[in-house]
């Protein structure tokens, strides 16, 4: 069998010429077509699902908070006008703060007051998805972006067109301004945007084979009818705060495959304690009364890289479908509370944590915060965040424009998860609903900006907070 085999040129249609175009619509690129088309411009945005909202709906990742201003707190506000917000409190939901099954809030004081807040993943992308249409956008949903047309340039080039498939088969879309927002930097690296791919340099990832692993991709699912008072009941009476006899009297019974509750391996500080390994049911509370959303996260000792290796995608796909099911079987049959619950839903995608990370004109790494630097482009006004990886300790900062372009192309502007950060910053602290939401408006507004002009991106000179 040949390595590779040549494939015919052929012509395919030019189906749209538009002025500003997005890839993906994740919470940065939804944000970005938004504030694109509400400024006037042409937008076509372009995503693979059904829906916008990437991770925080496909991926049915729908924590809420309050609003950071802009197009989250409109979000923000949109949903609870629908009823699509639920609140989880003392009251509704007692012996929930400092309990051990909580993904959340087990790091609470048991009976301390709290409220955990998440959007119904469905409606919610229905919110998106109308606001867009109110904006003018043009998004094309069950449409996947394959590749990109580069034209040569002086010092750098610029993307002519992008390459899509869909119901019609393969399509062009030229545009004047891309977009980056497929949580992955697909789109940039296509182009030829330097990158570091996940799994780079992390801590604990090299300790025992040399081998870096990025930071696991997980598949969110949510059971109903859940009654949460009869699995505290058990917890206390039989002092198993964990489920650990539950879940070893299944092991001995072989009704849990292997890989499903593996243990945490060593790892330091956030990253080991949270990712590396699922001991026990890990739950949030969602969406309604007696139904939660459920994690399960891809062995990390299988360093998959999701990105940019199918068989790691189908692989990832496969195990968790799998995973689930055992879970979802092993908690109707043996966890006080489960009796009744039923799988309502699981993810669309395996969402990918540790992607590739984009090279921009600024990478913004942990010494900018941990030295506080300031930037003349900053985006925002200085923000104040805990590192974990950096001191733990609250800092303030500035992220420049310049993370948002990235080196090589001229007239492309990143998003989310694909800024060019470092791992580290992203990674529990800059990748959250918020603050991607954020990003993507910024980059509506400067691509719109460029539009106005009629420069490119890299010519925009950006002098003022947008928040
Ligand atoms: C399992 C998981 C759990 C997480 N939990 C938390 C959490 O608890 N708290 C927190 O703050 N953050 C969490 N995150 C991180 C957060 O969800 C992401 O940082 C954020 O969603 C990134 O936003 P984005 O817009 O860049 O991309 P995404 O949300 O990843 O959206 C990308 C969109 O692009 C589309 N797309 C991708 N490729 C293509 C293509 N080729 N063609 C067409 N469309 C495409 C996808 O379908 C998707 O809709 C989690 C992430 C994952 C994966």
């Known amino acids: 069998m040949p390595d590779d085999i040549a494939v015919p040129a052929r012509n395919i249609p030019l189906a749209y010429d538009t002025d500003v175009v997005v890839v993906g619509a994740g919470p940065g690129g939804f944000a970005a077509a938004l504030q694109a088309a509400r400024m006037g411009a042409r937008v076509i945005l372009v995503e693979r699902f059904d829906m916008p909202g990437g991770v925080h709906t496909s991926g049915l990742q729908g924590a809420a908070g309050p609003g950071v201003g802009g197009i989250h707190t409109e979000l923000m506000e949109r949903f609870a006008a629908d009823g699509y917000i639920y609140t989880a409190t003392e009251t509704s939901l007692p012996n929930w703060a400092g309990n051990p099954l909580s993904h959340y809030d087990k790091y609470l004081?048991?009976?301390?007051?709290?409220?955990?807040?998440?959007?119904?993943?469905?409606?919610?992308?229905?919110?998106?998805?109308?606001?867009?249409?109110?904006?003018?956008v043009l998004a094309?949903?069950?449409?996947?972006?394959?590749?990109?047309?580069?034209?040569?340039?002086?010092?750098?080039?610029?993307?002519?067109?992008?390459?899509?498939?869909?119901?019609s088969g393969r399509q062009a879309i030229a545009g004047k301004i891309f977009i980056e927002g497929s949580g992955t930097a697909h789109l940039a690296a296509s182009a030829g945007v330097p990158f570091l791919r996940g799994g780079g340099g992390q801590p604990e990832t090299a300790d025992w084979d040399g081998i870096h692993r990025p930071?696991?991709?997980?598949?969110?699912?949510?059971?109903?009818?859940?009654?949460?008072?009869?699995?505290?009941?058990?917890?206390?009476?039989?002092?198993?705060?964990?489920?650990?006899?539950?879940?070893?009297?299944?092991?001995?019974a072989g009704d849990i495959p292997p890989g499903l509750y593996r243990p945490r391996m060593n790892g330091n500080?956030?990253?080991?304690?949270?990712y590396i390994g699922h001991p026990t049911l890990d739950m949030s509370p969602m969406q309604a009364d007696g139904s939660f959303i459920l994690w399960q996260n891809v062995p990390y000792e299988w360093a998959l890289h999701m990105d940019d290796?199918?068989?790691?995608?189908?692989?990832?796909?496969?195990?968790?479908?799998?995973?689930?099911?055992?879970?979802?079987?092993?908690?109707?049959?043996?966890?006080?509370?489960?009796?009744?619950?039923?799988l309502t839903n699981i993810g669309r995608f395996v969402g990918i944590r540790d992607g590739r990370h984009p090279v921009g004109e600024h990478v913004f790494c942990l010494e900018d915060v941990l030295a506080g630097r300031r930037f003349a482009d900053a985006v925002t006004k200085p923000m104040t965040k805990p590192f974990f990886w950096g001191s733990n300790r609250k800092h303030e900062f500035?992220?420049?424009?310049?993370?948002?372009?990235?080196?090589?192309?001229?007239?492309?502007?990143?998003?989310?998860a694909s800024l060019s950060f470092t791992y580290d910053t992203i990674?529990?602290?800059?990748?959250?609903?918020?603050?991607?939401?954020q990003t993507g408006e910024i980059a509506g507004y400067a691509a719109a900006q460029c539009i106005r002009k009629g420069i490119t991106a890299k010519e925009l000179e950006w002098t003022t907070p947008y928040f």
Not at 121 to 127: K, Q
Not at 234 to 246: G, R, T, V
Not at 312 to 320: I, S, V, W, Y
Not at 427 to 437: E, K, L, Q
């Open 109 to 136: 004081k048991p009976d301390a007051t709290f409220r955990r807040s998440s959007f119904n993943p469905e409606g919610a992308g229905s919110v998106m998805a109308s606001m867009l249409q109110d904006a003018g």
């Open 140 to 167: 094309l949903y069950g449409t996947s972006f394959v590749d990109t047309i580069v034209e040569p340039g002086v010092g750098n080039d610029s993307i002519s067109a992008i390459i899509v498939e869909n119901a």
């Open 215 to 252: 930071i696991p991709g997980g598949l969110l699912w949510i059971m109903s009818g859940i009654d949460f008072s009869k699995t505290v009941a058990h917890q206390k009476s039989a002092n198993d705060p964990m489920l650990s006899k539950l879940i070893a009297e299944a092991h001995a």
């Open 269 to 274: 500080n956030i990253y080991g304690e949270h």
């Open 309 to 342: 290796r199918a068989e790691d995608e189908a692989r990832a796909k496969r195990a968790l479908r799998g995973f689930i099911d055992a879970e979802a079987k092993f908690l109707k049959k043996y966890v006080p509370g489960f009796e009744k619950a039923v």
């Open 398 to 416: 500035d992220v420049p424009f310049r993370c948002f372009l990235p080196k090589k192309i001229n007239n492309l502007i990143l998003t989310g």
């Open 427 to 437: 990674f529990m602290v800059m990748r959250n609903f918020p603050w991607c939401t």
